[in-house]
Every structure is written in structure tokens, then in C-alpha cells.
């Protein structure tokens, strides 16, 4: 008899967990890039929030040109998150699209990167042009391949990286912009996103370097074979932050604003920042990072903030219409 | 030059060169360099032309398909979930009667008419949920024919809410491009016309039963809703329409729809009655005095049938339209009983099927190519008997004909599907009650009536 009623309880107390489960659906909207580190990321919160609350979450990935991205959200596109390549695309969503407010990068810390990267050069192996920092690129003969800096977050980037280089070496704006309308001289093919970039370089067998994310250099070494390219490390580059946020019109009337947010604040968990670090993102966590030694370089970077004033000083100069790349670009 | 063929060739000519002394080394590394060149240009192309199909074939989903055909112009969603599409309908007629200047002034009915022009706007959003704005701009005044929302649940429960035909005769349910002849028949007399209310219907049985029913303003037969109900009572409508053989492929019996159709309700008022039951011609054959009122029940019923097979159509139907009447606002109450009924039938000569919903020719005219659309014949017999209660209390035996018997011969030629011309010849001969006068006061009762009407259509 107690057998029975035990039994009928453990199902009763089954039947309600059951019904109580819910099942829950995210979408991250990413940069080009992520696509790897996000298929492992989303798998670890998934066990972790059916571990802790008992429903199943399922998060959807998208990917493309961080830019083309923000649009497409402001569009809408019905992210509850995202994971964007720079500040500035995010910003969008509070300028332009209202989505989120405008103070949405102190939600969450370290301005709401929860993992840097930076920009390294990949090239043949051996390095045939000998291409060894920012001045080589602009040197005639010499295929880069870049994605384009008004749909990819990643183009931004390395566009700034080698703007600071020449403003350094040759000395004030105006050369370095003639030193970056001599590098864009150099790129044959200008890709909507990073990882077209990396299809044009590795697969497509074009151009003599990629200026590349430093997780897609590692990535495309991995993927692609050690024994085909090589990583090279400029003297100076970038520090790359690439923000997230959860997006409050969108969560809120779907009803997954909580989810959405502890999705995120799980990227600055050990396991979260483990991930990271082997997806060859810098982890926050520097114990963590000092796990993973052979995954980033040792280089000089410098921050946006300091360089240029910030992202939206930085977009409104370079990247907006009839910034220096509109001027670069229509020469 | 193809990257691969450029691969091939490079060790060829490199072999050429290193067999040719004279050649230095220099020289070879130069075109070594040249062919290196060469294949990265040609790979950046390639790059460029993949980046181009790639944005094409990303923007596709979200671009919206525009199509322009003989069924209008469609605007809709990437997905098809939403659509808009924008018809029309221009009748250009010209009728001519003939024997009928009998009268003393003769009667002035020849001429031109813009029979109908209207444009038509109709829609679909998330999928379910859909419009249809008719607006006419023939006749005698401009007007909104159709106007009206449906809700569809499922293919056996679908929602119509509005201004819409009422669900009761075969031929007046078909489009007014695709009849067999240009007018209706004078059965079609004994129906409603476009009423307001409420509709359910659907296709059960795989689409072999049909059904509609509803709840409308309720109208007096042939006539149009004002958008005003002319009385507090209702009209419950029905129509139930079975395919049974549509699945019999080679079946003799696989066009064979039949079906029986109705409506119930109470009037009361001058609105009531009809204006008037009209000709092939368009001319008015009977009419109820200006002083009846309707007071009590009307119904309707209608048993009709649609056959199709190959090249030739028949449609049929039978109406009984019953509606209780006073003289005067004190006057005794009669229940009148008018019926009618009409068997109508095409051949199309030139081969294509006869439907229900139009020939389709299998080559559109053109001279040039000297191709000649589809030709089809028409003929049509028809007949309404008015309640012989009807006279003199309620209509007058010298201005309106207690039966009118017509027979019609046509000729259709459907220039493309969209483009057409007809010509028919209607003859309508008429009977009075007893004490009617030797000469009807009505002119156009006064003669049998012969018409000739030819149509110029574009319906799209």
C-alpha cells in the first residue's frame, strides 16, 4: 500500500513538473564569426537553465555582418539577444531603433564585452609576400582581404587598427587616411561580413593576407590546416570589444526578458568565459586566459576610447555617410 | 578563360618554356608571375560574381512578387502570406431591339452602354484572413457592389462578413464575364442580388460538398441592398452544392455538380416588393403597383445543377420565389407565388474545356501569327410565370406580362482570356392575364422582344 502511494506521489509530483516545464526559444543575433563559440555556449546554458529552473530553452543563431545585423533587428528581426561585433551597432538599436535604452552597456561589466579580441594578419604559409605589419599592406602588389567596413563590424575594426598604426608611424589624420586609401587600393574583393572574408582568403584562394579577427585567424587554422597558413601579429592592433545585451521591447513582449538576461551574465561565468577562451575569444577572466597560453598572441593594444574618442565618435568620423571611408572608397 | 583551365594550361607552358634554351630564366619567372596575376583576376571575378548571387539569393525571401496576368496585377509577400491584387471588369454593349416602333413615339432603347466598369481590389492578410472591394463605374451611378472581410478558419469553415451575392441562384452566382450569354436569364429575376449579413461555408468531403449558410438583411428579388435594411427582420439563407463525381476521372459524370439552395424571412414595407422583373434586353416586363406593400413570410427555393464535359457546359435551375403582399397598408394579404426557370448551354468549337469559370483559349488571337482565340456557341431557353393572384390586385395587367417564355442563341469569342467578344440574340415573347387590354400600355410589351446585343469585355 505504501508502495503504491509513494508511487502515485513521485508520478503526481512528475506529471506537475511536466506541466509546470516550460519551453523557451531565444534568438541571438550575432556577428559573422560567432557562429562556433555561440553552438557550444548555447548548448552549456541550455543544461545549466534546465538544471536550475527545469525548462528546455532552445537558442537560435544568426549571423552575419554585424552591421547588416543591427539592421536587420532594428528591421525586424525578433532578437531577444544580441551578441554584435562593436558598440556602435548596438547603439543603433537604442538610436534608431528604440529597442533598448541608452545606457544599455553598463547593464552588464566590462561595458558589456564579456570576452576581447583583437586583429591579426593571416597569411600563406611561409608568409610568401613577407608581410610582417600595417606597412606592408599598402605596399604595391599586395592582395588584403578585408569585409566591408559599412556592413561588418570586424571591417571597422580593422580599418581603425590600421588607421592608429599609420596616425603613429607617419604622424596625424591626414596621412593615415591617405595610408588607409592606399591599403583599400590593395583589396580586390570587399566581403558583407568576417567569415565571407575568410571564405574569399582560405577557400577561394584570393588575396596574399586576411585581415582577420583573431578567433577567425585561429579558426581558419583549425579548420582549414596549420599546414597551409600562418598567423602574424602585427607590432600594434586593436582592442576589440565586441558587446552584448538582451533587447527590451522584443523580450518584453515575448516574455523572456529573464531568460534572455541570465543567457548573457552566463558569458562572464567560469564555464562561459572557458568557452570563450577556447573559441579563441580573450576571456575576461585573465586565471582563465592564462589557461589557454597558446591561443593568444602577445601584442600592444590599444582601445577605441583612447585612440578615437569612442564608438560614436569613431562611427560618425569613418563610417557614417561621407565619413573617410565614403571619401576612401569613392576614389 | 575558367580558373581550372588556366591551372591546367600554366604547367604546359611552363614545360614549353624550360624546353626552349633561349629563354632565360628571368623570363620564365616573369610569366610564371603574369599567369599568377592572371588567376588571381580571374578568381577575384569569380569572388565578385558568388558575393552578387549570394545577396541576391539572400534579399529574394524578402522581396515582394509582383505578377501581371490575365487574372490582374498580384502584389504579395516574400512568403505568401500576404497579398493584394487589383482586377477589373469594363463591358462595352451595344443593344438593338427590333419590330418594336409599334408605339406611338417608338421606343428609343437602341444605343451604347457602359454595362459595367469596375475595379476590383482584393486581399489576403496573414493568410487567413482576406478582402474584396468591388466599385462600379457603369451604369447609371457609381457604387460600391462588394464590399467584404472573410475569415477562414479551415477549408470547411470560412467566414464572410459584408456586402456580398447573396447565396441563392447558380448563374447569378457566377462571374458576370463568364455566363453564357451577356445578360443573365430572366429566371434570375426570382433571386436577391448583393444583400448584407453574415456567411459560413466551406468544402466538406475533399471538396465534394459544398456549403453556405447565413443570415442577411434580406432583399426583394433582383434587388441590391442600400446598405440600409428596410425593415427589422432577417433573411436565413442556405445553399448546399454537391460534386459527388469530381475525383471520377474519366467519368461521363465527373462535371456534374448539383444542388439546392434557399432563404426564409419576413418583410414588411414598399421595399419589400420587387422594382421590377427585367428582359433579356434589360427591359421591365413586370412590375408590382407603387401602392402593394410586402406584409409576412417570403421564401425561396432553388434546385440548380452545373454540368461540364469537354468543350460543353449545361447549367440549369429552378426558382420558386414566394412573398406575402397587401394592396394597401389595410388591403387583404395574399401569398404570391412566382416561378422560373431557365436551361442554358455552351459548345466551345474550338476545342478548349467549357467552365464554369470562363474558356481559357488555348491560343490568344493574334493576327499576326494567325492564331484565332476559342469561339463558342450559346443557346438558352427560359421562362417566369408571375402568380396569377398577382392581377389586377397588386400588378397591373396592362403595364406588366403575367409570363415571359425566352429562348437566346449566342456567339463567344474569347480573343484570350482575359479579352472577349459576344454577340447574342434574344427573343422574349410575353403572355398577360385575363382582362389584360389588346394593347398593353407598357411599349415594350406591345411586340415579342428581339434584341441583339453584342459585348466587348475586358475582365482581368
Known amino acids: 500500500m505504501k508502495f503504491k502511494l509513494s508511487l502515485l506521489t513521485a508520478l503526481a509530483l512528475a506529471g506537475a513538473a511536466l506541466a509546470s516545464a516550460k519551453s523557451i526559444e531565444l534568438l541571438n543575433v550575432s556577428y559573422d564569426p560567432t557562429r562556433e563559440l555561440y553552438v557550444e555556449f548555447n548548448k552549456a546554458f541550455a543544461a545549466h537553465w534546465k538544471a536550475k529552473t527545469g525548462d528546455d530553452v532552445t537558442i537560435k543563431q544568426s549571423h552575419g555582418g554585424s552591421g547588416k545585423q543591427a539592421r536587420g533587428v532594428i528591421d525586424g528581426l525578433p532578437a531577444d539577444v544580441v551578441t554584435l561585433a562593436l558598440a556602435a551597432d548596438v547603439d543603433a538599436l537604442a538610436e534608431i531603433g528604440k529597442l533598448i535604452p541608452a545606457d544599455w552597456q553598463k547593464r552588464l561589466p566590462d561595458n558589456s564585452a564579456p570576452y576581447t579580441s583583437t586583429i591579426v594578419f593571416l597569411v600563406h604559409k611561409g608568409n610568401p609576400k613577407g608581410i610582417k605589419d600595417w606597412d606592408d599592406l599598402v605596399k604595391p602588389g599586395i592582395s588584403v582581404i578585408t569585409p566591408n567596413p559599412k556592413t561588418s563590424g570586424g571591417a571597422r575594426w580593422n580599418y581603425l587598427a590600421a588607421w592608429e598604426f599609420a596616425r603613429r608611424k607617419l604622424g596625424g589624420d591626414e596621412a593615415a587616411q591617405g595610408f588607409v586609401a592606399k591599403l583599400f587600393k590593395n583589396v580586390p574583393v570587399l566581403d558583407s561580413g568576417a567569415r565571407g572574408s575568410t571564405t574569399t582568403f582560405v577557400q577561394r584562394g584570393i588575396g596574399d593576407v586576411l585581415l582577420a579577427w583573431e578567433n577567425e585567424a585561429y579558426y581558419a587554422l583549425k579548420e582549414f590546416g596549420a599546414d597551409k597558413f600562418e598567423i602574424v601579429t602585427p607590432s600594434i592592433s586593436i582592442l576589440a570589444e565586441p558587446p552584448v545585451t538582451w533587447v527590451d521591447k522584443r523580450v518584453k513582449k515575448k516574455g523572456t526578458a529573464d531568460v534572455a538576461k541570465a543567457y548573457l551574465e552566463y558569458l562572464y561565468t567560469d564555464e562561459g568565459q572557458e568557452i570563450a577562451a577556447r573559441n579563441f575569444y580573450r576571456p575576461r577572466n585573465q586565471a582563465i586566459a592564462a589557461k589557454f597560453p597558446d591561443n593568444f598572441a602577445k601584442i600592444e593594444l590599444f582601445t577605441v576610447d583612447a585612440a578615437f574618442g569612442g564608438w560614436t565618435k569613431a562611427q560618425k568620423t569613418h563610417f557614417a555617410d561621407g565619413g573617410t571611408f565614403d571619401q576612401i572608397y569613392a576614389k | ?460
Open chain 2, 1 to 460: 578563360m575558367r580558373n581550372s583551365t588556366l591551372r591546367k594550361i600554366a604547367p604546359a607552358l611552363t614545360a614549353l618554356l624550360a624546353l626552349n634554351p633561349a629563354l632565360r630564366a628571368d623570363e620564365l619567372s616573369d610569366l610564371r608571375q603574369a599567369l599568377k596575376a592572371l588567376e588571381q583576376k580571374i578568381l577575384v571575378l569569380e569572388r565578385k560574381q558568388e558575393l552578387k548571387d549570394e545577396a541576391a539569393a539572400a534579399a529574394a525571401p524578402t522581396t515582394p512578387k509582383i505578377t501581371v496576368n490575365d487574372k490582374g496585377v498580384t502584389i504579395a509577400s516574400a512568403d505568401a502570406v500576404n497579398s493584394l491584387r487589383l482586377r477589373g471588369l469594363v463591358q462595352l454593349d451595344h443593344r438593338a431591339f427590333f419590330n418594336d416602333n409599334g408605339a406611338a413615339a417608338g421606343l428609343n432603347n437602341n444605343g451604347f452602354v457602359l454595362r459595367r466598369a469596375r475595379l476590383i481590389t482584393e486581399g489576403v492578410f496573414a493568410k487567413n484572413y482576406s478582402f474584396q472591394l468591388v466599385t462600379e463605374f457603369g451604369g447609371s451611378a457609381v457604387s460600391i457592389l462588394d464590399a467584404n472581410l472573410g475569415i477562414a478558419i479551415s477549408p470547411a469553415l470560412q467566414f464572410k462578413l459584408g456586402k456580398f451575392k447573396a447565396p441563392i441562384g447558380i448563374e447569378h452566382l457566377q462571374s458576370d464575364a463568364w455566363t453564357f450569354f451577356n445578360e443573365r436569364s430572366i429566371a434570375n429575376n426570382l433571386v436577391p442580388n448583393r444583400d448584407l449579413g453574415i456567411t459560413a461555408g466551406g468544402d466538406l468531403l475533399g471538396g465534394k460538398l459544398n456549403y453556405t449558410v447565413g443570415i442577411l438583411n434580406g432583399l426583394a428579388d433582383g434587388a441590391s441592398t442600400t446598405n440600409a435594411d428596410f425593415d427589422n427582420e432577417k433573411d436565413v439563407v442556405g445553399r448546399i452544392f454537391a460534386s459527388p463525381f469530381k475525383d471520377d476521372a474519366g467519368s461521363a459524370l465527373q462535371g456534374l455538380s448539383f444542388g439546392v439552395a434557399g432563404s426564409y424571412g419576413r418583410e414588411k414595407g414598399t421595399a419589400g416588393r420587387t422594382s421590377g422583373y427585367r428582359t433579356d434586353g434589360q427591359q421591365t416586363f413586370f412590375s408590382y403597383l407603387a401602392t402593394t406593400i410586402t406584409d409576412g413570410p417570403n421564401w425561396r427555393v432553388s434546385p440548380q445543377f452545373d454540368y461540364r464535359n469537354g468543350s460543353f457546359g449545361l447549367l440549369g435551375e429552378y426558382t420558386v420565389s414566394t412573398v406575402n403582399v397587401r394592396p394597401s397598408a389595410t388591403g387583404a394579404k395574399s401569398e404570391l407565388q412566382n416561378k422560373g426557370w431557365q436551361l442554358a448551354a455552351g459548345y466551345v468549337l474550338t476545342g478548349e474545356n467549357s467552365s464554369y469559370a470562363g474558356v481559357v483559349p488555348a491560343t490568344n488571337f493574334d493576327w499576326s501569327k494567325g492564331t484565332w482565340g476559342a469561339f463558342e456557341v450559346t443557346g438558352r431557353i427560359a421562362n417566369v410565370k408571375i402568380d396569377d393572384q398577382a392581377f389586377p390586385l397588386y400588378a397591373s395587367a396592362a403595364s406588366s406580362a403575367s409570363e415571359a417564355s425566352a429562348f437566346g442563341l449566342g456567339l463567344n469569342w474569347y480573343l484570350s482570356k482575359a479579352v472577349a467578344f459576344k454577340l447574342d440574340y434574344y427573343q422574349t415573347n410575353f403572355d398577360f392575364a385575363p382582362g389584360a387590354p389588346a394593347v398593353p400600355s407598357a411599349a415594350v410589351l406591345r411586340q415579342d422582344e428581339k434584341s441583339l446585343i453584342t459585348r466587348f469585355q475586358v475582365a482581368f
